[in-house]
């Protein structure tokens, strides 16, 4: 019954969106009120729906409804029940549901926020929202029934992967795709701005908000899956440039750049067309991504099971959302209006380079990813293109951008003056210069290595040296920068945050790829083994029973200085449902590094197989992704998104008039 | 001054071309690096109960002959092991089978319980001279010419439609090919 | 490398273990290591420049299949063997083709791939840069204002900024 109510539920989301994709759109192009103020209620009906959609599927996963196909085929009742409510939305068509979910929630949050937009953007907004819904809704109801029901039904399901039973794992899609999906806020705004023909510092500054809190939640889940497959993969690798990787890392990236252009429309009224672009860009590449995902049409570990048929909707789907936006684009975009100029050496100039810079390594990304497809259309030939292409190419065209990340918030705009800026610098430079010496002498390490300590502290310390300049610390009184650091826009702390992140995550990468120690060997019950400085001692292996797996677990004594560490426990895991083999490796962190132990083979006569690793400052990658969206978090509390067109009534107005202006730096 | 921002539209247009014709593509699948170039030079024991294996040299005897790797715990290979029967029954092509990594008593009961097609059979215990043919999994066939020249591989099961539009038009065409060479 | 040096201390250790341990060393798979810890160096990092072929993505050194044991075992045959790392990653592209490298070689066919980034990165440049160059193009259009032009302008700042909204 309750399955029944959520396929209903969806039928209904699909019409209500088909509603809202074209009433309100016809009453504000005719001037009809009345058929435009259907938007804002239709928008929070087709969240309703969507939510009573989905919380059917759930529910028929948390009492193992296995008369509902999609549960048997992704469940089972020796599952945990974490994991087989995670198992509602680790399939295809369970996922769809939460896309359209999350569509409708970030289309319902324009719909309820969105009272200080101007009314015709916001029902234009909400009409091309409907459009999007419109478009998966429409494959949902009639591609991919997650509801379909199997008669007789089985008495169990056929389990769900046990890569996939994990907290990690559990919330990776959830975020992924509030990121993924939270993009089409921005696409809505620029096909509605294109529609209109109009892009003003207004629209910036609504389209940034939604942007920053949907990027903050794609690092989130880019920054979860890479955690995952570290502690899950076996040999702490973390990323593998792996082709669903890619998908999700290549509108990060757009949105990266999207956010710092929307800045120069939103602060000088410039690069509007450009940023409309890239508004569109971002989403096109998610919408890319849902394809690779789920059409089979590239190699990848991740891949869901693929099905050409799901293939040709998605694409269909593609070519009318891109390829109408993009033809909008080309019709409409000339006759925006041009903005105002700068030099090159400037504020704008230094978003302009990081753009040029991001687009530059999103273009890389894609070459690398689709080449193997293209080479095989074109003429019949298979390659791989794996880690090795990537890293040469794609690290080059970063490192320029780490470096001017430092100082590009301290470019004043249209004009700057960069030595000037440099020079404040200064300080930064020297602990650079001086991080640099440190790490010749103690490690005479690779070139890569001392190259990646130079970037990571010069921005860091370049961005702190920044906030300090903003609060003119150490020049005025203690009591002015204190002043100042109040009155700082949240959206300051938050830039200082996001560089110092991007910082703390480089350092993260270049200490443990530099200098990790590895460790292979076969080891019997007693014997010891020195990484790093560690002692390991393999105090032996036996046998455990989880609650779907069998596993060997080896307990491994670690002391450092005679001084006992931890005591650590590395299992291999044998599942029955599907057969697999999994490692959970022992992780340790310490304050230098994370010890990491993974127990692999026996060779039949009591030695087994181990894998000890030495991982100096790993945990910094994870956690500079956390600082960097500590940052998008802070920014996003600041005030100034609050407050969107001046209040209509004429106190606030006078008010306004006589307060000095939110002015950024 | 327009088209300039008729750029993305037309990029995109290319590439949604090239990711449909991808949808039609297999990229597990991968072509043999071996097609034109000759046998790699191997010697595989016999199977159990059988007096002889077979080597490179019975397969340059001027024949067209198919080459068929194959083993007990292949379940696709059952699939396909009907059409082979029908093609040695007609006597028209020898078929000779490489036993891959297989258990010697396994691979002689499954011969014996669904029958043999093959004019040899090689044991490849190890399974390393398959490996100097290019295989990666099971089951695998080649069509390989008089000289011992690899015309053709199939990589997965032989559908009875896969034998009638891929390996016996290239049989034909190596025996016509042959044919003309020898005249 | 200080990684590969400190995987030579190691396995120096090893070694020395294997006085005591007489069971196969081996990597977390349990086989045959060569004897040579340089050798079973370069043997490993063979070992992740080529693709498993039956898995998705994987180099042979992290997958679990039977074809990559098979074939870490003949890279390590072929090292032993005394063939050079060239040579080696010829003989399995003789036999699988390019698929099985994941570092893509420099052929015309793949040239468009390995220059395709400098390439890419060339022309946005290049076209930032024209971009800049028609604006400015623009702005020159804009003459400066006359001196009573000037005096006009004040007035009407003069205006706003002392009575009207």
């Known amino acids: 019954m309750i399955t029944e109510i959520g396929y209903f539920a969806l039928v209904l989301a699909l019409a209500v969106a088909v509603v809202q994709a074209t009433v309100p759109l016809i009453g504000v192009e005719r001037g009809m009120p009345s058929w435009a103020a259907v938007a804002r209620p239709a928008a929070v009906t087709q969240l309703g729906l969507t939510a009573i959609a989905f919380g059917a599927l759930i529910y028929a996963f948390v009492v193992s409804d296995f008369s509902v196909l999609n549960v048997v085929q992704n469940s089972h009742t020796a599952k945990p029940m974490l994991y087989k409510v995670a198992g509602a939305w680790g399939n295809h068509e369970g996922s769809l549901v939460m896309w359209v979910l999350i569509l409708a929630l970030f289309g319902a949050g324009v719909a309820v926020f969105g009272s200080n937009l101007p009314s015709g953007l916001r029902t234009r907004v909400l009409a091309v929202q409907g459009m999007i819904g419109v478009g998966f809704l429409f494959f949902t109801v009639f591609l991919s029934n997650p509801f379909e029901r199997v008669v007789p039904a089985p008495l169990d399901g056929t389990g769900l992967n046990p890569l996939l039973q994990d907290p990690g794992l559990a919330f990776h899609p959830p975020f992924l795709y509030l990121g993924y999906v939270g993009f089409s806020i921005a696409f809505s705004f620029a096909v509605a701005a294109l529609i209109e023909g109009r892009v003003d510092p207004a629209w910036a500054r609504w389209v940034r908000p939604w942007t920053l809190a949907a990027w903050a939640f ?222 010749l002498i103690f490690s005479r390490g690779p070139v890569l290595a001392v190259l990646g300590v130079a970037l990571g502290v010069w921005l860091l310390v370049g961005s702190l040296v920044e906030l300090a300049d903003r609060l003119r610390l150490f020049r005025c009184a203690a009591s002015d920068s204190w002043r100042r650091a109040r009155n700082l826009p949240r959206a300051a702390y938050g830039t200082t945050l996001a560089h110092a992140g991007v910082a703390v995550v480089i350092l993260g990468i270049t200490g443990s790829l530099a200098w990790e120690t590895e460790s292979l060997q076969v080891l019997r019950p007693g014997d010891t083994v020195d990484v790093a400085g560690f002692e390991f001692r393999f105090e032996g292996a036996r046998d455990v029973l989880g609650p779907n797996y069998a596993a060997v677990r080896g307990t491994f004594r670690v002391t450092r200085d005679g001084e006992e560490i931890a005591v650590m426990e590395p299992e291999s895991r044998t599942f029955t449902t599907p057969p697999m083999t999994t490692t959970e490796a022992a992780i340790r962190p310490t304050t230098l590094g994370d010890l990491y132990i993974a127990v692999g083979e026996s060779d039949g006569s009591g030695g087994y197989a181990t894998r000890i690793y030495h991982k100096p400052v790993i945990q910094w990658i994870w956690a500079g992704a956390l600082i960097m969206v500590a940052g998008a978090f802070v920014s996003l509390s600041d005030r100034r998104h609050r407050v969107g067109a001046p209040a209509r009534k004429k106190t606030a107005a006078a008010q306004a008039a006589a307060a000095p202006s939110p002015q950024g730096t | 001054m327009q088209l300039r921002f008729f750029v993305p539209i037309t990029a995109f247009a290319v590439l949604a071309a090239a990711l449909a014709f991808g949808l039609t593509l297999n990229p597990r699948e991968i072509p043999s690096a071996l097609i034109g170039q000759t046998i790699p030079d191997f010697e595989l024991t016999a199977l159990k109960g059988r007096e002889r294996g077979f080597g490179s040299a019975d397969l340059r005897q001027g024949d067209v002959v198919l080459v068929n790797v194959f083993a007990s715990w292949c379940r696709p290979c059952r699939q396909e092991h009907p059409l082979f029967m029908d093609l040695a029954q007609t006597g028209d092509i020898k078929i000779y089978g490489i036993n891959y990594k297989d258990d010697p008593d396994a691979a002689a009961q499954w011969l014996a319980t669904f029958g043999d097609p093959y004019r040899r059979v090689g044991a490849d215990l190890d399974g390393r001279s398959s490996i100097n043919w290019g295989v990666y999994g099971v089951p695998e066939t080649f069509v390989v010419d008089g000289s011992g020249q690899i015309l053709y591989k199939r990589v997965s099961v032989v559908t009875p439609k896969v034998m009638r539009e891929e390996i016996l038009p290239v049989i034909e065409r190596a025996r016509l090919a042959g044919q003309e060479v020898s005249r | 490398m200080t990684v590969l040096r400190r995987r030579l201390d190691v396995a120096a250790l090893i070694l020395l273990a294997a006085f005591f341990v007489a069971a196969p060393i081996s990597a977390q798979f349990v086989e045959e290591r060569l004897a040579d810890p340089a050798q079973e160096a370069r043997a490993y990092a063979l070992h992740k420049q080529l693709r498993c072929l039956v898995c998705q993505n994987q180099s042979i050194v992290d997958s679990n299949a039977d074809l990559a044991r098979d074939l870490r075992i003949i890279v390590r045959e072929r090292v032993g063997a005394g063939d050079s790392d060239v040579q080696v990653l010829d003989y399995m592209v003789a036999r699988y083709g390019d698929w099985v490298l994941m570092k893509p070689p420099f052929k015309i066919t793949t040239a468009l791939l390995w220059l395709g980034p400098g390439l890419i990165f060339l022309l946005t440049a290049g076209g930032v840069f024209i971009a800049f160059r028609r604006g400015r193009g623009s702005a020159a259009a804009n003459t400066p204002l006359s001196s009573e032009e000037s005096a006009r302008l004040d007035e009407l700042l003069k205006d706003a900024s002392s009575g009207g909204r």
């Open chain 1, 218 to 439: 794609l690092t989130i889940g880019v920054g979860l899956g890479s955690w995952w497959a570290y502690y899950e993969l076996g040999w702490g690798g973390w990323w593998f440039w792996d082709p669903v990787e890619n998908a999700s890392f290549m509108p990060w990236l757009a949105g990266t750049a999207l956010l710092h252009s929307a800045i120069v429309v939103e602060k000088r009224d410039g690069l509007k067309t450009w940023t409309i672009f890239l508004a569109i860009l971002t989403f096109s590449l998610s919408l890319l991504g849902t394809f690779i995902v789920r059409s089979g049409v590239l190699n990848s570990v991740h891949t869901f099971a693929s099905d050409p048929a799901r293939g040709i909707f998605i694409l269909g789907f593609l070519v009318l959302v891109v390829g109408g936006s993009l033809t909008l684009f080309a019709v409409r975009a000339p006759s925006l209006r041009a903005g105002s100029l700068f030099a090159p050496i400037s504020r704008e100039g230094g978003l302009v380079l990081n753009n040029l810079l991001l687009m530059s390594a999103l273009a890389t990304v894609f070459l690398g990813t689709m080449y193997p497809l293209f080479l095989d259309a074109l003429t019949g030939e298979k390659v791989t293109v794996g880690p090795p292409f990537f890293n040469v190419t794609f690290v080059p065209l970063m490192t320029p951008l780490f470096a001017v990340m430092a100082f590009g918030p301290m470019l004043a705009w249209k004009r700057a003056d960069l030595m000037g800026a440099v020079t404040r610098l200064k300080f930064a430079l020297a602990l650079t210069a001086f991080a640099v010496l440190v790490t």
